[in-house]
Nanobody
Framework: VQLQASGGGLVQTGGSLRVSCVAS????????MAWFRQAPGKEREFVAA????????FYADSVAGRFTISRDNAKNTVYLQMNSLKPEDTAVYSC?????????????????WGQGTLVTVSS
């Protein structure tokens, strides 16, 4: 499956932004999906995940209550709605997928990755 992320940009502190990840090649419904991010000079970190069957969602503590991951299987798209953005949310956001029931917070458990989209939050 090929993944294409988009929707990044520049936003002020407290603002909102939605990034999208479109899958092609295979149906999105077959995959658990996640968003990870990597800030300059830092390691990649888990942001959010959504399971392929149950639709259950999981979030990093740093974004819980502010970010929402969702999926539209008909459009083969996963979204990350980001509200109340903070400067520390500035990073390249990448989507990832795996068909297997693994620990979804570990980047090493994902089989496919899209290119990132840059989100910059100004103070």
């Amino acid at each position: 499956v090929q993944l294409q992320a988009s929707g990044g940009g520049l936003v002020q502190t407290g603002g909102s932004l939605r990034v999208s990840c479109v899958a092609s090649g295979r149906t999105l419904s077959a995959y658990n999906m996640a968003w990870f991010r990597q800030a300059p000079g830092k390691e990649r970190e888990f942001v959010a995940a959504i399971k392929r069957v149950s639709g259950n969602t999981f979030y990093a503590d740093s974004v819980a209550g502010r970010f929402t991951i969702s999926r539209d299987n008909a459009k083969n798209t996963v979204y990350l709605q980001m509200n109340s953005l903070k400067p520390e949310d500035t990073a390249v956001y990448s989507c990832a997928s795996t068909p297997f029931p693994r620990d979804l917070a570990l980047a090493s458990n994902y089989d496919y990755w899209g290119q990132g989209t840059l989100v910059t939050v100004s103070s």
